[in-house]
């Protein structure tokens, strides 16, 4: 029996060893197709590297970092000083890897005659109840405003980098991902959204923010104001398994992925 | 002796089984309400189902739920305009007129249509729909009262036509036969007799149709369009109370006054269907008695 017992033991330890190092990503729906690309790649040469990627959102991944739970923290914001603090009080030191950038595309429907707008009209316009584009210098149409639904780190990085934190106006309408905002602005010749560079198509048109296009270049450069970018955190100096696979994000192979998924690589 | 122990067993199984749902109902309500309690030492009752801002991850959040609730009540009102003339109306038909060889085409035909999933419903609101009722009547956006009560309405159909099939066909022939002895012709029984009769399993039928409807999900997220107002037409997007707990609690952190309102909203939909589940449950005890049945 005790022998029994003994082999178990060994095995219950020996298994994980087997199966590879294990890493844990936990955190935002936006990182969430680049880290899932990344993983399976460098799973594809690291034999050894267990990575298991979950979503949440950006606050349950910092959460979910300082409670231990995750390796790395994937999130669309930088981390909080409630959530840096929280992490001290547990004697964890939160450490940001910039993996991307992301920039918000504001976009209208293609029949739209608006080119442009300042930040400050696409706030009046999400946060007030402008009613028409003709304020804009638009078509006699009803303004139909879109947003991303209250939870996502999307509608928090435009809340931040747009609405100064005011609340989106109350009829606007919600849609749970980038694709659904598209397909909702693509067929509403009134409407405004806001997506990821990635999800632009020839379906809808984007605007240009104070004058600037968003693009590669202009998110890049800092130029184009409705940009971020998006973390991957760690508690302390990454080491191991964790170290390799954040240098293999940051590194040319996962940077061509966040090109391929639509986000804007950190280099050229 | 050990067949006696089997059977004994057996019925023991049985009776757990039964009782089982039982469980299941009371572990639902106190996870509901220790759940949603927490909410309000932030917000008082009547704020919350009072209050007309829904702005739960804003800093300070705003936990006011009547434009979700009103929405919810919109929807499931204008379902019930469409599903109850249809149900019943497919009822009588199916139950007074059709024949044989129809009834065993449209019986079949009108389960199935409660078999569709609800997703598939939504994919048909969204995409079809609504903005084919967005170019008729030249609205800004298609995904708002008029559409979600059209689909609720038609998913809810079948719930009602069938139910309601069923109380017709529990109406006593005597009735009928009765009805014609005394020279009513077939109008006049079905008018003053037969639905009269069979007038609180039909109203079962609605109330059961209206659960359905306000209970509905999916479909809801996919085509109210999700904007927390208090509609003031029936061309206003909304945010039935299903659709914010479905859209917010996957990303609302465990544990946060975001999370317990959700339980609370999620509670106060519970009490309604309750409350839709227990008349219409008062009502066919009724009827049944009246009729001297004793199913």
């Keep these: 029996m005790k022998k029994i017992m003994t082999i178990l033991l060994v095995l219950g330890f020996a298994a994980p060893a087997l199966a590879g190092q294990k890493v844990v990503v936990e955190g935002s729906t936006t990182l969430l197709p680049i880290a899932q690309k990344a993983a399976e790649e460098f799973m594809k040469t690291e034999k050894d590297a267990d990575i298991s990627i979950r979503g949440g959102g950006s606050g349950v991944g910092i959460a979910s970092l300082i409670d231990g739970a995750c390796d790395i923290g994937d999130s669309s914001r930088p981390i909080k000083q409630g959530e840096l603090d929280r992490a001290a009080k547990r004697g964890r030191k939160i450490k940001a890897h910039i993996v991307a950038m992301d920039g918000l595309s504001s976009i209208v429907h293609p029949s739209n005659t608006v080119g442009g707008l300042t930040k400050e009209q696409l706030k009046k316009i999400y946060t007030t109840r402008a009613a028409n584009w003709k304020e804009f210098g638009g078509p006699d149409l009803k303004i139909v405003v879109v947003s991303r639904d209250s939870a996502g780190g999307t509608f928090e990085a435009f809340g931040e980098l747009v609405l100064n934190k005011k609340n989106v106006r109350p009829d606007a309408i919600m849609q749970a991902s980038n694709q659904g905002v598209v397909s909702i602005v693509a067929r509403t010749p009134g409407a405004i959204g806001y997506v990821g560079l990635g999800y632009l198509s020839a379906s809808v048109k984007a605007i240009s923010v104070n004058g600037v296009m968003p693009s590669r270049e202009t998110v890049l450069r800092g130029k184009y104001p409705v940009s971020r970018p998006l973390f991957m955190y760690t508690a302390g100096e990454p080491e191991g398994m964790v170290k390799k696979f954040i240098e293999f994000v940051k590194g040319p192979e996962g940077q061509k992925l966040v090109e391929e998924e639509g986000f804007v690589s950190l280099k050229k | ?295």
């Excluded at chain 2, 998913?155 to 139910?163: E, Q």
């Excluded at chain 2, 399993?201 to 209970?215: D, E, K, P």
């Design chain 2, 1 to 295: 002796m050990i067949k006696r122990n089997k059977e004994k067993g057996i019925e023991w199984l049985f009776t757990a089984l039964a009782f089982s749902s039982l469980v299941f109902l009371t572990g639902i309500v106190i996870v509901l309400v220790k759940e949603a309690l927490p909410i309000f030492s932030t917000v008082s009752l009547p704020a919350f189902l009072g209050g007309e801002s829904w702005y739960p991850t804003a800093e300070p959040p705003e936990f006011g739920i009547f434009p979700l609730i009103m929405a919810s009540f919109w929807v499931s009102a204008g379902a019930m305009l469409i599903c109850v003339p249809l149900g019943v109306g497919s009822a009588l038909y199916l139950h007074e007129l059709a024949g044989e060889r129809q009834r065993a085409v449209l019986k079949p035909v009108i389960e199935v249509l409660a078999s569709v999933p609800s997703i598939i419903y939504g994919f048909f609101g969204m995409v079809i729909l609504a903005p084919f009722l967005q170019d008729r009547f030249n609205l800004p956006i298609g995904l708002c009262v008029l559409s979600t009560s059209i689909v609720l309405g038609v998913m809810a159909t079948p719930t009602v036509a069938s139910i309601a099939e069923d109380a017709l066909g529990y109406v006593p022939r005597s009735f009928r036969e009765a009805s014609f002895a005394l020279g009513a012709n077939r109008w006049e029984t079905l008018t003053r007799v037969i639905i009269p009769a069979a007038g609180s399993g039909i109203s079962t039928a609605v109330i059961l149709g209206m659960s359905r409807a306000i209970g509905e999900t999916m479909t809801v997220l996919m085509v109210a369009g999700g904007a927390a107002v208090v509609p003031s037409s029936i061309f206003d997007p909304v945010r039935p109370m299903t659709a914010a707990i479905a859209a917010e609690m996957g990303e609302a952190p465990v544990g946060s006054d975001h999370y317990h309102a959700l339980f609370a909203v999620a509670l106060a939909l519970f009490i309604v269907t309750f409350a839709f589940n227990i008349i219409a449950e008062l009502i066919s005890r009724r009827y049944r008695l009246k009729l001297g049945l004793s199913r």
